[in-house]
């Protein structure tokens, strides 16, 4: 067992990773339950480890009730999230109750968001199911919901009280869920950690051929590394929190173009906007070419995409979906580059029409493998 804590004064809270966790989870969650009944939500898709979870629950004494949130981003959605809240009203939710997140980040996110707001605040703990959520949604306490604007526009700063992995739940994952959760994982090589990047290149295969040794590596390193970013900068007002955002002012524009329909899963945007991000920062005279190679390499090695790929807009329009981004202020958008692998930083001085030429330039298709 591994526990990282998230070290936020008296809002830290312990990140447990652990294979087989769901049998035990009674356990961790029934000293924060107080006696009182839990209510967990869940989407229909997780349905074999909410059976697991109130085995566990109820082997602790603890009363559950289950709330099943249909699958899917579609979720993240005003009509969900009042129907989601009014549930928990009739069910009685009290201030000081937790409710469990049983999801990828889509359960995470509303759920944290509907406990963030609930009674003005009501307590939660995660249980994240996607390699995404274990790595990266679950942990910080960002919540929210999207709207017909853009994504996570509507949200708030809600950190849970405990979060429970089991690796052992990747395992009813599909692959391509797998394997886009996985560009978040690499992404914390590329932001600051050049030897965990060379351990991605190493050990990525065996990861998301289901290899628990690396599977459980790389959670525990993923969530440390997120651990110490959110603690050094909850609100993202420093700029450190901000470094987690690589390949997302560019993905981001892809998943817009794409339409959030499942055609580009977001981590499959973030790899090809991590790629982008390292081209781009070669086009600047930044970065070596050589690690933006070996960036799109690896990507391509493991099945993601290094590039534009079928997005045929042109770079005008990719920059325009930019313009858009929450980042964006004052009509700066700050951007994520790269002096190599491992050394990202935030420039603001990036002009978008040279973007867009960069994206112009980009070849159109790229192979994944
Ligand atoms: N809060 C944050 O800091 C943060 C960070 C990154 C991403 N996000 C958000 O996370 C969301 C994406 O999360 P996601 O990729 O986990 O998507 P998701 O929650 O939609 O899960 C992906 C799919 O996998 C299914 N699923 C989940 N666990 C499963 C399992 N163990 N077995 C089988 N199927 C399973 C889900 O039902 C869904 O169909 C986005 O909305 C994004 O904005 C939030
Ligand atoms: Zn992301």
Redesign the pocket.
């Known amino acids: 067992m591994t526990v990282i804590t998230v070290a936020l004064g008296d809002r830290s809270y312990p990140v447990v990773i652990e294979a087989g966790v769901l049998d035990h989870a009674g356990e961790h969650v029934s000293p924060l339950a107080g006696g009182r009944r839990v209510v967990i939500v869940a989407d229909a898709n997780v349905r074999p480890h909410l059976a697991t979870l109130e085995r566990s629950m109820h082997a602790a004494g603890i009363e559950t009730e289950a709330v099943i949130v249909p699958a899917g981003e579609g979720a993240k959605s005003w009509a969900s999230l009042e129907a989601l809240c009014g549930r928990l009203l009739e069910l009685g939710v009290e201030r000081g109750d937790h409710v469990i997140a049983l999801g990828g980040g889509v359960i995470g996110d509303l759920v944290g968001f509907a406990s963030a707001i609930l009674k003005r605040g009501t307590r939660f703990v995660q249980i994240p199911t996607t390699l995404?959520a274990q790595v990266?949604?679950s942990v910080g306490g960002k919540t929210g919901i999207n709207t017909r604007a853009g994504k996570n526009l509507i949200g708030a700063f809600h950190q849970p009280s405990l979060v429970l992995i089991d690796p052992d739940v990747l395992g009813t994952l599909p692959a391509r869920e797998l394997r886009a959760g996985y560009?978040?994982v690499l992404?914390y090589g590329l932001i600051d950690d050049p030897d965990f990047f060379g351990w991605c290149e190493a050990n990525g295969a065996a990861l998301l051929a289901g290899d628990p040794t690396a599977r459980a590596h790389a959670i525990a390193h993923s969530v440390a590394a997120k651990a110490r970013i959110v603690a050094a900068d909850e609100h993202e007002t420093t700029g450190v929190r901000a470094l987690?955002?690589l390949?997302?002012t560019f993905?981001h524009a892809l998943e817009a173009e794409a339409g959030f329909d499942g055609t580009l899963l977001?981590?499959e945007a973030?790899a090809a906007g991590c790629a982008l991000a390292f081209r781009y920062s070669v086009r600047r005279g930044l970065c070596p070419t050589e690690d933006a190679e070996r960036v799109a390499g690896h990507l391509r090695a493991v099945g993601l995409p290094g590039g534009l790929g079928d997005i045929t807009a042109s770079g005008a329009r990719l920059v325009d979906h930019m313009r858009h981004d929450k980042k964006a202020s004052g009509g700066v958008l700050p951007f994520l580059l790269a002096r190599g692998i491992g050394r990202t930083f935030l420039d603001r001085t990036v002009d978008l029409v040279d973007v867009a030429a960069f994206l112009d330039e980009e070849p159109r298709r790229c192979p994944t493998a």
């Open positions: 995404l990266d949604s560009a978040e992404k987690l955002n390949g997302h993905g977001h981590g973030v």
